[in-house]
């Protein structure tokens, strides 16, 4: 089953009352340190709210589940840091896409599924998510949790190239990688759609910025944010394996 509350109705608890939730009160602290580090959007702080985390990470690492850094989740993948997944979901700025055409659920698409935490996220305000990572074996185990926590009709794995993107379901409303490539590829570009936002962390393997490309027409426009480290994007558009 789907999600329970629409994007921008969610309480700040996610809808739980204590003594339901074990992790609840960490999830609570989890939002609200990433309101004190400037994360501003409401629907991305419901989200935050509403998505077990815990469910994301390897049962070894459930302690560590609201750390604010990187956790690995094997097949040399990481789940990202709270912070920086709420930023590059907040640059994506679904909410307007969503007044722009109140008549339908925005269209995102998550590269590198990793975990599939992310995704999940995406789904919590509203969107209809196409995740698409390389390792089959990722993608299988990021398909069970999502079906899990009740997102596996919001969110469609697929395994492939995530950096030439999924034309199946383009165009997007809202793209974000997961990974950094050495540039922004051209068919994630190509596959935004009017008024859409890309979202990818951009430069060498070790060191990176978070560039947000924006769809007007036939015009791109590219703006540099945060600094920060992912691991590579493997593909065709990204860096060789």
Same mark, same amino acid.
């Given at each position: 089953?789907?999600?329970?509350?629409?994007?921008? @109705?969610?309480?700040?608890?996610?809808?739980?009352?204590?003594?339901?939730?074990?992790?609840?009160?960490?999830?609570?602290?989890?939002? &609200?340190?990433?309101?004190?580090?400037? $994360?501003?959007?409401?629907?991305?702080?419901?989200?935050?709210?509403?998505?077990?985390?815990?469910?994301?990470?390897?049962?070894?690492?459930?302690?560590?589940?609201?750390?604010?850094?990187? =956790?690995? $989740?094997?097949?040399?993948? @990481? $789940?990202?840091? %709270?912070? $920086?997944?709420?930023?590059?979901?907040?640059?994506?700025?679904?909410?307007?896409?969503?007044?722009?055409? %109140?008549?339908? /659920?925005?269209?995102?698409?998550?590269?590198?599924?990793?975990?599939?935490?992310?995704?999940?996220?995406?789904?919590?305000?509203?969107? =209809?998510?196409?995740?698409?990572? &390389?390792? %089959?074996?990722?993608?299988?185990?990021? @398909?069970?949790?999502?079906?899990?926590?009740?997102?596996? /009709?919001?969110?469609?794995?697929?395994?492939?190239?995530?950096?030439?993107?999924?034309?199946?379901?383009?165009?997007?409303?809202?793209?974000?990688?997961?990974?950094?490539? %050495?540039?922004?590829?051209?068919?994630?570009?190509?596959?935004?759609?009017?008024?859409?936002?890309?979202?990818?962390?951009?430069?060498?393997?070790?060191?990176?910025?978070?560039?947000? +490309?924006?769809?007007?027409? @036939?015009? =791109?426009?590219?703006?540099?944010?945060?600094?920060?480290?992912? +691991?590579?994007?493997?593909?065709?558009?990204?860096?060789?394996?």
């Amino acid at each position: 089953m789907g999600p329970a509350e629409g994007p921008g @109705t969610g309480r700040a608890d996610g809808g739980a009352r204590d003594g339901e939730d074990p992790f609840l009160a960490q999830r609570l602290a989890m939002v &609200r340190e990433l309101r004190a580090s400037g $994360i501003r959007d409401p629907d991305v702080l419901a989200a935050f709210a509403r998505v077990p985390r815990e469910r994301f990470v390897p049962a070894d690492l459930v302690t560590h589940a609201y750390d604010d850094s990187a =956790l690995g $989740i094997g097949h040399g993948q @990481t $789940i990202s840091q %709270p912070y $920086i997944v709420a930023r590059m979901t907040e640059l994506l700025e679904l909410p307007a896409v969503r007044q722009r055409d %109140p008549s339908r /659920d925005p269209r995102a698409l998550d590269v590198g599924t990793g975990s599939g935490y992310q995704a999940a996220i995406l789904a919590a305000m509203g969107a =209809l998510v196409v995740s698409i990572e &390389r390792d %089959p074996d990722l993608s299988a185990l990021a @398909t069970a949790r999502l079906i899990e926590v009740g997102f596996g /009709d919001r969110v469609r794995c697929v395994v492939g190239d995530g950096s030439a993107g999924w034309v199946e379901g383009a165009p997007y409303d809202a793209i974000v990688v997961g990974a950094a490539a %050495p540039r922004v590829p051209e068919p994630l570009a190509a596959q935004l759609a009017e008024g859409a936002r890309l979202v990818i962390p951009v430069g060498p393997r070790d060191y990176q910025s978070l560039h947000v +490309v924006s769809r007007q027409g @036939t015009r =791109l426009e590219e703006r540099v944010f945060d600094a920060c480290v992912f +691991v590579p994007l493997i593909g065709r558009h990204g860096f060789p394996e």
